[in-house]
């Protein structure tokens, strides 16, 4: 038998066929006819010579010949259509999609846009908040920012500014607590975002590192780090602020970090892209928007000291 494959739009037919199990179905996805759709899997059944489908009254099955040619066509046709995305996404140097978490998205991203929009016009942003890994060529992603210590197996990538941790609070609070011992007194908001880190970055540790002996926290607990800081801004209380989050509020004067010391988090947030993609246009225009937006506010790191996190006692 010869290995000259069958037309492609006679496979496309068959695939669309066995998946919906229904030629009306199939013919409707590829919209052309049912007397068409049936011709060309008629003319793959001529080529193979064997019939692929048990015609019913009102039903079609899979034969064995086609229970076996599905799951390759099936395959073929997903890595084609992948194959094409992927490379005219190679061509758009007009439209860059990233995705970062929520909180990241919300406060550090959202409120700058607008000065990327003013330097890059011809650049059309689109935006996916979510905590989880995707696949950048399945979720057509160009850029990723993600939170944590890394690795990242098969992506170039860039770690952003060091991240620290410090208390944060509104002006009207500071006044009222203008040491740390004062924090005794205070509403204490948990973010437990970052319960992950090791070592641990949290109020104990906080405490330990500014010389005051640690004391259980009684306050909300937020499992978003973008909600314990907007509860920071409403003035609930003091928030242990996540530099990427809070530089923004404390450098334009919202929040205020009053007693200097911040705990190194030993995580970062990372620029990521496809490997040999993070010198196309588009990509390299916003890493170095998001450098250049990073010094804008070194200021308020350079006002801090950061230190590791101490040792909890055993």
């Not at 970062?268 to 916003?286: D, Q, V």
Request: one cysteine or more; proline letters at 7%.
């Amino acid at each position: 038998m010869p290995d000259r494959l069958p037309p492609l739009t006679a496979l496309r037919a068959f695939e669309a066929a066995a998946r919906h199990m229904s030629f009306a179905k199939a013919a409707e996805e590829l919209n052309v006819t049912p007397a068409a759709l049936s011709f060309q899997i008629k003319s793959l059944e001529d080529h193979l010579g064997a019939p692929l489908f048990h015609r019913l009254n009102r039903a079609v099955t899979l034969t064995e010949a086609g229970e076996t040619l599905a799951p390759g066509c099936r395959d073929g046709f997903t890595a084609l259509v992948a194959a094409w995305t992927t490379t005219r996404r190679l061509l758009d140097s007009a439209t860059l999609t990233v995705t970062a978490g929520p909180a990241f998205t919300a406060k550090w991203l959202a409120p700058r846009l607008y000065e990327f929009a003013q330097k890059h016009p011809a650049i059309e942003l689109r935006f996916s908040a979510a905590l989880r890994m995707m696949d950048f060529d399945r979720d057509q992603i160009d850029v990723a920012i993600r939170f944590g210590q890394g690795p990242d197996q098969g992506l170039w990538s860039l770690p952003l500014a060091e991240e620290w941790v410090t208390p944060v609070m509104t002006p009207d609070l500071a006044k009222r607590y203008p040491t740390a011992q004062s924090l005794r007194d205070a509403v204490l908001i948990i973010d437990q975002s970052i319960d992950f880190l090791e070592p641990p970055v949290n109020w104990t540790t906080w405490l330990t590192a500014a010389g005051v002996a640690p004391f259980t926290a009684h306050g909300p607990r937020f499992s978003q780090a973008d909600h314990a800081v907007d509860a920071a801004l409403a003035g609930v209380g003091v928030t242990l602020g996540r530099r990427a989050l809070v530089i923004k509020d404390i450098h334009e004067g919202r929040l205020v970090a009053p007693y200097k010391i911040a705990l190194n988090t030993h995580a970062r947030f990372r620029f990521l892209c496809r490997s040999g993609t993070e010198e196309r246009p588009h990509i390299r225009a916003f890493r170095d928007w998001m450098l250049a937006e990073i010094e804008k506010t070194r200021d308020v790191t350079e006002a801090l000291h950061i230190v590791d996190p101490p040792p909890l006692e055993t």
